[in-house]
């Protein structure tokens, strides 16, 4: 008889951070399975057994099998799992978020609802990506003006590094391989880093819908902070690519993401980028107590109450509740 539906959910501080952890894992041709805690991967070489707590995402690329008992123990220890064509990366669902905080979530919601702040970290995302430029004072329509002409720079410029003819942005959405060598870096390379936020989006419990730059999408918070990396790492990362050869461009592309991705300390440096975002006041430093499991109740004036009791009045009602935790 299976034990599993009677093994105690893990902790946050349980499970390895968002940071520390691989960026991703990529498999193809083969069924993965549970062991204990661990996911393995069978094929004809071999059984490979891996942690799942440290896996960021796991790719699952063509004659990937998965079983129900390993998408169990992926979704608990809070990876992100995709699967990927060889077309491109592709992000179809991810796992239960790494807190247990609502902080960052809420903060996100406000920041969003109201139109000056969502402006404001618009243009903080802005200067994020462009530290030499003070966007103070612009509005949303010259945010994307300037955002299109500094990208346009990185392309010339990564074009004249390399000695890759640039002629421009060529994606045909479904259809990889209709661009050239470079396009097709680009594209793998960008669509890679939407699967990456969106694993850390997802482990910190932030919702991927509520974009600050990007909007009407289910992903724009994704696509918002995926954007904060692309003219430091994706587009120059594609551009060397291409210079290399035009062979296997996907795959290349891929390996040497997760290198860079590796180097740079990119997934908590995301971490850090996104609280800073959302929580100004505090900065990166700032704590969210991702490790309490503790649920408050709403009360009036922007207070919160204690739970697991009854607020009716009286006393038998109140011991009745005041021992009860909510747990999951």
């Not at 094929?43 to 896996?55: C, Q, V």
């Not at 609280?275 to 309490?292: E, F, I, S």
């Not at 503790?294 to 009360?299: A, F, G, R």
Request: glycine share 10%; with cysteine.
């Amino acid at each position: 008889m299976t034990t599993i539906s009677r093994r105690a959910a893990l902790t946050p501080r349980q499970l390895t951070r968002t940071g520390e952890r691989l960026s991703f894992i990529y498999l193809e041709r083969c069924t993965v399975h549970r062991d204990a805690n661990a996911i393995t991967a069978e094929d004809a070489d071999g059984t490979t057994h891996i942690p799942s707590a440290t896996i960021g995402t796991l790719l699952l690329g063509p004659g990937t099998r998965i079983t129900h008992q390993a998408m169990s123990v992926l979704g608990e220890t809070g990876a992100a799992v995709c699967w990927v064509g060889e077309q491109g990366v592709r992000y179809y669902a991810g796992g239960r978020a790494l807190t247990r905080s609502s902080a960052l979530a809420e903060a996100q919601a406000v920041q969003w609802a109201n139109t000056r702040s969502r402006l404001a970290v618009a243009r903080a995302m802005y200067r994020l990506r462009f530290p030499d430029e003070d966007p103070a004072g612009l509005t949303r329509q010259e945010l994307l003006g300037r955002e299109g002409s500094r990208l346009k720079d990185c392309y010339r410029a990564q074009s004249a590094r390399t000695g890759v003819p640039w002629r421009g942005r060529r994606y045909t959405p479904g259809d990889f391989s209709s661009g050239d060598a470079v396009n097709q870096a680009i594209t793998a390379a960008a669509q890679c880093t939407y699967g990456i936020t969106h694993a850390v989006v997802a482990s910190l419990g932030c919702s991927p819908a509520l974009g600050f730059v990007h909007s009407g999408h289910e992903l724009s918070f994704v696509l918002d902070i995926a954007d904060l990396y692309k003219t430091e790492i994706g587009i120059p990362l594609a551009f060397d690519i291409a210079a290399d050869n035009d062979e296997d461009i996907g795959p290349r592309t891929r390996r040497a993401l997760r290198d860079r991705i590796n180097e740079t300390s990119l997934l908590n440096r995301c971490v850090n980028d996104i609280k800073r975002l959302l929580l100004p006041d505090t900065g990166q430093a700032g704590t969210t107590n991702d490790d309490h499991d503790v649920v408050s109740l709403q009360s009036d004036g922007g207070h919160t109450v204690a739970s697991g009791r009854n607020y009716g009045g009286g006393t038998d009602d109140h011991d009745a509740y005041a021992d009860v935790e909510h747990t999951w």
